[in-house]
């Protein structure tokens, strides 16, 4: 992992949109390099600054601009998409309405929605937070009052990669319970990515167990 001061980041920076893209978790800098957010950066080899520092978390979500750049996060950042494109997209979810629906049947109130997505490309999931949903909304509120303890972090959105092998196979199998369990165990895969702990590393592992059983 290389360290960058931002003056000689931004030489890198596109003239025209002069767009700062950045990440930040309290976790390690090589789990953040390796976040499923960054993926469609380096398909388009957009260069990304990385934050793990817990300062970084809490500053650079109030900072939009740097000179006369924008700072925006990953989860924030938009590229243009043809029609063709956008169409596409929405051939490809089509196809993988059943399995969505699948996953939101078996996590329940766990995520908020399950949705297919062209932005990753290595991972088989990853996982967003809806900023329009009032209880994010909520949550931002209460941390910025320095009351964010106890209130609970809205269901994220699950975003399931089409492309990837594993995702495919699990649209074409009829095992119920290999679905289910690769379900949970895909969302607490995109919760670690996050940075998160999680809630059951128990039932975490006794799935991993019976999906690495079934596949030997």
Known sequence: ????????????????KKEI?????????????????????????????????????????????????????????????SEEDKKAVEEVAKTFEGLAKTFKETLGEAVKSVETTNELTDSPVAIKVDKEDPAFMMAQMM??????????EPAPILMINPKHDLIKKLNESSDTNLIEDAAHVLLDQAKLFDGQELSDTADFISRLNRIITKAV
Do not use: H
Not at 26 to 37: C, H, R, V
Not at 143 to 152: A, I, R, V, Y
């Open 143 to 152: 941390k910025q009052m320095g009351q964010g303890g106890d209130t609970p």
């Open 1 to 16: 992992m290389t360290t960058v001061m931002i003056e000689d980041f931004v030489k890198n920076v596109d003239d025209e």
């Open 21 to 81: 893209y950045y990440i930040t978790g309290k976790t390690s800098l090589a789990m953040l390099k390796s976040s499923p957010a960054l993926e469609r950066f380096k398909a388009k080899g957009i260069d990304v600054l990385i934050l793990n520092e817990e300062v970084d978390t809490i500053i650079f979500p109030m900072v939009t601009d740097y000179k006369e750049y924008k700072l925006i996060s990953v989860a924030d950042a938009k590229f243009e998409e």
